[in-house]
């Protein structure tokens, strides 16, 4: 092997960059990093990469993910800075919190206020392998930034917060998508990808000092049998073709150990059924081995994530039913206590909540997006269910409608189709029709009508297959209350209609069992308030009905102060016309609070609703469904 001369010497030197955006101090650094753990040349021409020091670095995994501002982004950026505020730590169990270059008293406020005309944020995870022997995550998190500062060419405004939650202690930074000067920060491509771990991975080793080698040999011993992809898994195939790796040629010398590492994984992966032995020392790896082994791992935390809310809670198994799978062909709605919230993908912005179910299993529920988690919280009684992936029932209705008119659809088209049709009813499939016009699936005309194309329907399915991917699941809350707090609560709460249904009799784990023990006490507090005879008397729909009036009473004198007006119920038919003014929780439910001209009634809350805040509005009663129209006068009717 050629040996390195003097010319091939390496050291860090950081001098005064050379452009006002470090793009060539950056581009500079990189380059010198390569050349000291690149590829070094061999006589014959060949090249291979070192694999003395190179072989036993400190590693650092960094994340790098970048945040688009407009939009939804800011209330994004907002959540994530709530969350990872929420779950920091220090060592030992104390409290953590964000911080930044100069402390831990960090005004979020401000933070949030001063980024919310950047294009864009930056969101970093920093996780040493060694974070358990470091002395202080957050000297070392201050230290990284100053050294992205000398490399960039800029102060950078920046908060962090250190999580030990898990067995992998790893830190949380956010950072502004501002220069000093007020331009927008650009990092490189191959800084966010390589420069800012090989910084961080110097620091550590500064720290640390080198990895030993007898510890080198071992960290990769231990990645023989792991049931994720490994480094040795990922060294391997970088050198694979087409998936078939070739251990038979001779190792270098100093690498014996590696190659005899290298056969014993693949023959564990055999085991598997990830890669099959084809003799002389050649393996074929499965087509969908490094993207099975990523999904083991990912199980394998989602697995410590379980047994970390199932904590003091007795013996619980968790096995491959423990994960909601809303895919799958048997997938039902699940209902549940929340035990746990949180982050299961940081970069992909992906959240989770861990259900203690009515059937006495543990589940695992990928929601999607974390802004979704700003509604949720421990000890929430919800329902899970599949999402829709296929066209509703009102875009096959829609699709009929403007095959027969020459792919036009309008209100009255619909009402000649079907006479017998409420108006609320066909202007629910005009509101779904306006969701698709602005993904680009309808073309609304100045007349009202519609221009509904051909291929409307695989237009609808790809639809709610894309929503499906940032809302896996539809997630519906059940009461305001917690359990402990229906058992005595005035209206008609989630705890009631569970005594109506007898199918839950007999449950004896977990929160099933938790719900039965309410039950009785509900009944209790029912006879002793006179709304029931007795124990064993029977709640029906008159029963709820008239626990939802003395909680809509108590409301309304509650409520009495605010408006100076009178409370009276809701008609039971017909037009209810008044000012929309906000929303109430109450034991019954979430209410609409509408202000009429001598008094204010409450009724069942909609989401349409909240963009009539202040405004007029004018809703068709039928039972017990109301259809809204949005007024743009501002008086009370």
């Given at each position: 092997m050629a040996t390195r001369g003097p010319e091939n010497r390496f050291e860090v030197r950081l001098g005064r960059m050379r452009s006002p955006s470090g793009h060539e101090r950056v581009t500079g650094f990189l380059k010198k990093v390569s050349r000291r753990g690149g590829r070094s040349r061999v006589r014959s021409g060949r090249t291979q990469r070192r694999t003395s020091a190179a072989s036993f670095q400190r590693r650092v995994m960094v994340k790098v993910s970048i945040v688009r501002m407009e939009g939804r982004g800011i209330g994004a950026q907002r959540q994530h800075l709530k969350y990872i505020q929420r779950d920091s730590a220090a060592p030992g169990d104390e409290r953590g919190g964000l911080y930044d270059r100069d402390g831990r008293e960090v005004d979020v406020k401000a933070f949030e206020i001063g980024g919310k005309d950047d294009r864009h944020q930056f969101r970093i995870i920093v996780s040493p392998e060694d974070s358990t022997h470091m002395s202080d995550l957050s000297g070392f998190t201050r230290d990284l930034m100053s050294e992205m500062e000398k490399d960039l060419g800029t102060k950078l405004e920046w908060v962090a917060a250190d999580h030990y939650d898990t067995g992998q202690p790893h830190t949380h930074i956010v950072v502004r998508g501002k220069r000093d000067d007020g331009t927008d920060l650009v990092m490189p491509k191959d800084y966010v990808s390589r420069g800012i771990r090989m910084r961080a991975q110097e620091l550590v080793e500064i720290e640390l000092g080198p990895v030993p080698e007898i510890e080198g040999h071992e960290r990769f011993a231990r990645m023989v049998r792991q049931h994720r992809l490994t480094a040795l898994d990922r060294q391997m195939m970088r050198g694979a073709s087409d998936g078939m790796i070739d251990v038979s040629v001779p190792a270098r010398r100093?690498?014996?150990?590696?190659?005899?590492?290298?056969?014993?994984?693949?023959?564990?992966?055999?085991?598997?059924?990830?890669?099959?032995?084809?003799?002389?020392?050649?393996?074929?790896?499965?087509?969908?081995?490094?993207?099975?082994?990523?999904?083991?791992?990912?199980?394998?935390?989602?697995?410590?994530?379980?047994?970390?809310?199932?904590?003091?809670?007795?013996?619980?198994?968790?096995?491959?039913?423990?994960?909601?799978?809303?895919?799958?062909?048997?997938?039902?709605?699940?209902?549940?206590?929340i035990l746990m919230t949180g982050v299961g993908d940081d970069v992909a912005d992906r959240g989770y909540v861990v259900l203690d179910t009515l059937e006495g299993k543990t589940a695992y529920v990928d929601i999607g997006s974390t802004a979704r988690l700003e509604t949720l919280a421990k000890h929430q009684i919800v329902t899970v269910t599949p999402p829709g992936q296929e066209p509703r029932t009102s875009d096959i209705t829609i699709a009929r409608i403007a095959n027969g008119n020459s792919g036009r659809y309008a209100p009255s088209l619909h009402m000649a189709d079907d006479p017998s049709a409420r108006?609320?009813?066909?202007?629910?499939?005009?509101?779904?029709?306006?969701?698709?016009?602005?993904?680009?699936?309808?073309?609304?005309?100045?007349?009202?009508?519609?221009?509904?194309?051909?291929?409307?329907?695989?237009?609808?399915?790809?639809?709610?297959?894309?929503?499906?991917?940032?809302?896996?699941?539809?997630?519906?809350?059940?009461?305001?209350?917690?359990?402990?707090?229906?058992?005595?609560?005035?209206?008609?709460?989630?705890?009631?209609?569970?005594?109506?249904?007898?199918?839950?009799?007999?449950?004896?784990?977990?929160?099933?069992?938790?719900?039965?023990?309410?039950?009785?006490?509900?009944?209790?507090?029912?006879?002793?308030?006179?709304?029931?005879?007795?124990?064993?008397?029977?709640?029906?729909?008159?029963?709820?009905?008239?626990?939802?009036?003395?909680?809509?009473?108590?409301?309304?004198?509650?409520?009495?102060?605010?408006?100076?007006?009178?409370?009276?119920?809701?008609?039971?038919?017909g037009q209810l016309r008044g000012t929309y003014r906000g929303a109430i929780e109450r034991p019954s439910g979430k209410f609409a609070i509408i202000e009429r001209s001598k008094d204010f009634t409450l009724v069942p809350w909609r989401e349409v609703l909240e963009r009539a805040h202040g405004k007029s509005v004018s809703g068709l009663i039928r039972g017990k469904s109301i259809s809204w129209r949005i007024g743009k006068s501002l008086g009370i009717s």
């Open positions: 100093g690498q014996f150990w590696r190659r005899q590492l290298e056969r014993a994984r693949l023959k564990y992966l055999e085991g598997m059924g990830l890669a099959d032995g084809l003799g002389k020392g050649r393996w074929q790896l499965s087509s969908g081995a490094p993207e099975t082994l990523k999904r083991m791992g990912e199980r394998g935390d989602i697995i410590k994530t379980m047994h970390r809310a199932m904590a003091n809670r007795g013996e619980r198994r968790i096995d491959a039913s423990s994960f909601y799978d809303p895919s799958a062909e048997t997938a039902k709605p699940v209902t549940g206590r108006p609320e009813f066909v202007e629910a499939h005009v509101r779904r029709l306006e969701a698709l016009r602005r993904a680009g699936h309808a073309t609304r005309h100045k007349d009202g009508s519609w221009s509904i194309p051909p291929d409307y329907l695989a237009r609808a399915g790809a639809y709610e297959r894309s929503a499906a991917l940032s809302r896996p699941v539809q997630i519906e809350s059940r009461s305001s209350l917690i359990l402990r707090e229906m058992k005595s609560a005035i209206g008609a709460t989630w705890l009631d209609e569970q005594l109506m249904d007898d199918s839950g009799a007999g449950r004896t784990a977990g929160f099933g069992a938790d719900v039965e023990t309410a039950k009785v006490a509900r009944r209790q507090f029912l006879v002793q308030q006179g709304v029931l005879g007795d124990v064993s008397a029977e709640i029906t729909q008159t029963t709820l009905d008239d626990l939802t009036n003395k909680d809509l009473s108590e409301a309304g004198r509650s409520l009495h102060e605010r408006y100076g007006k009178s409370y009276s119920l809701a008609p039971t038919s």
